[in-house]
């Protein structure tokens, strides 16, 4: 519960850096020495709740619903919380800030594979089993995509892991993306249920950003791997 997070202060994501990160290593006066600092808890807090979450979601009843959402709005807060403590108090760690994506990815991909399990019932349509596995393999795909890639550009020069660095574009695929999971989380309880057809349009909206930043992100590296060759 994903965009790891960072480059750029305020991150809207799931990251001690930022949500979208680059694996560049962590300026000296923003880390810290110790490795179970107060961010990296709560980062590891987000990955014991994946398995927490999977299993209330098959539970079905009111309150199986209402504990799977709980646990996603806990994990986005939670998110942002460590970056903000990380920033403040200076106490980033080259642990953390690899612990924090893979949080991020781990609860987000676990989210969007449990909701395609369930096909979503569109009002109109019908249940619909495509609907929310069409953008789920896109997001999913744009940020296994980019976890190689940033990999690789980190073992290449530093022109190539500024070319990865997290954008605003990042972020805005990872504000949507956590408000349309929370939105179809909290839709399958009956007195949400019209809050559907939102949380589907903006999981959309938020496959489309993966899907272009993607694509940003590839030409920003030809760019680079252009001008090296002359």
Known sequence: MGEEEDEE??????DQNSS???SSPLPPQLSSSKVLTLPTVLTLGRVAAVPILVATFYVDCWWGR??????????????????????KMR???AFGAFLDPVADKLMVAATLILLCTKPMDAIVLGPVP????????????REITMSAVREWAASQNGKLSQAVAVNSLGKWKTATQMIALTILLASRDSSFERLLPSGIGLLYVSAGLSVWSL???MRQIMRVLL???K
């Not at 939670?78 to 990380?86: E, K, N, R």
């Open 9 to 14: 202060e305020d991150a809207v994501t799931f």
């Open 20 to 22: 979208d990160s680059s």
């Open 66 to 87: 209402t504990a799977t959402t709980s646990i996603f709005i806990a994990a986005a807060i939670t998110d942002w919380l460590d970056g903000y403590i990380a920033r």
């Open 91 to 93: 106490l980033g760690s």
């Open 130 to 141: 495509w609907l929310v596995t069409v953008p789920s393999i896109a997001i999913i795909g």
């Open 215 to 217: 694509v940003v992100y």
């Open 227 to 229: 001008k090296k060759k």
